[in-house]
């Protein structure tokens, strides 16, 4: 069986549609539909349904992922843990992280390891704490990012890497005053928050219950992108760390609100105690540290 083309599936699965797993392995469109029809055809089964909300696995397709996933970790483990003839780190590492550290700082990672070591290949998902947990347990990533301000768990290794501010974040408005605003404040206008699993979103969202916001007065966006420009637009306010909006900030799109304090968020390197450690992880690993813990 060719792994690749077992890579491929597990990538849309991941990313629940064909685009995004093309853009996340490098290939066009048209290869990850290949490369899925020519798995379907050679296990006999369909293994993907296109719908409106993405693709998402069959039953076959349900079925072949635990295997999959299983091969693609002792693929890179041999890959990691067999040296190479130029005696050089090589191989793919699978990193899970929260979206937005994949816009704002994960982009100078993958330059940083391409130009140190050409023949280590970093594999980007996104995902928030609770999938990145469970992907480090199932040996489906290599390692895992994961922004909270507080983390305990027992069965995984832990290191803080860095921290990243958070801030509430409004369209300018000049008839607004720029006097603090309260939970009670912000509980009285649409919220635009990330989707569950976000650590500083859901923080604000029991914050807003606790207010007596009503669940209609949230929405929930997959996108960092799709929410900085609805907040832009006047449809409501939001909280993102601080470097996700850097620019907008910089050209007055968005300001930041003077409101109740917002807790940093500290980013946490995940990994699994009982996994060896080959070169091709550690390049990646020195490389988050040197990048996250930069001022």
């Known amino acids: 069986m060719d ?4 890579r ?15 853009r996340e392995l490098g290939y066009v469109q048209s290869t990850v539909t290949g490369h899925v029809q020519t798995l379907e055809r050679r296990l006999g089964a369909r293994l993907l349904d296109r719908l409106p909300a993405g693709a998402v696995p069959t039953e076959a397709g349900l079925r072949l992922l635990p295997y999959a996933e299983q091969l693609l970790s002792l693929q890179a483990r041999m890959v990691a843990e067999v040296p190479s003839r130029a005696g050089r780190p090589a191989g793919t590492v699978r990193l ?18 391409r130009a140190a070591e050409p023949a280590v290949r970093l594999a980007l998902a996104p ?6 947990l469970d992907a480090v347990r199932r040996a489906s990533t ?19 890497v860095g921290t990243e501010d958070v801030v509430l974040l409004d369209a300018p408005d000049r008839d607004r005053t720029a006097a603090p605003v309260t939970w009670s404040d912000l509980a009285g206008r649409d919220a635009l928050l990330l989707e569950e699993g976000c650590s ?4 604000a969202a029991r914050r807003l219950l606790a207010a007596g916001q009503p669940a209609a007065r949230r929405t929930r966006f997959g996108s960092i ?8 637009a006047g449809l409501g306010w939001t909280v993102l ?38 070169p091709a992880v550690r390049v990646v690993v020195d490389h988050l540290r040197a990048l996250l813990t930069q001022p």
């Open 127 to 132: 995902g928030g704490t609770a999938a990145a």
């Open 241 to 278: 760390p601080a470097v996700t909006a850097a620019a907008e900030l910089q050209d007055g799109t968005l300001v930041a609100l003077a409101g109740p304090p917002v807790a940093a968020c500290t980013v946490h390197l995940v990994t699994h105690p009982d996994r060896s450690t080959g």
């Open 200 to 203: 500083y979103s859901d923080d």
């Open 142 to 160: 290599d390692i895992a990012l994961v922004l909270e301000p507080v983390l305990t768990v027992a069965d995984l290794h832990l290191d803080a």
């Open 3 to 6: 792994t690749e083309l077992l």
């Open 225 to 232: 992108e799709a929410v900085k420009r609805c907040v832009a």
């Open 96 to 113: 899970i992280a929260p979206e937005s550290l994949c816009a704002s700082r994960l982009p100078a990672l993958v330059a940083a390891v």
């Open 8 to 22: 491929t599936f597990v990538a849309v699965v991941q990313s629940h549609g064909f685009t995004a797993a093309a």
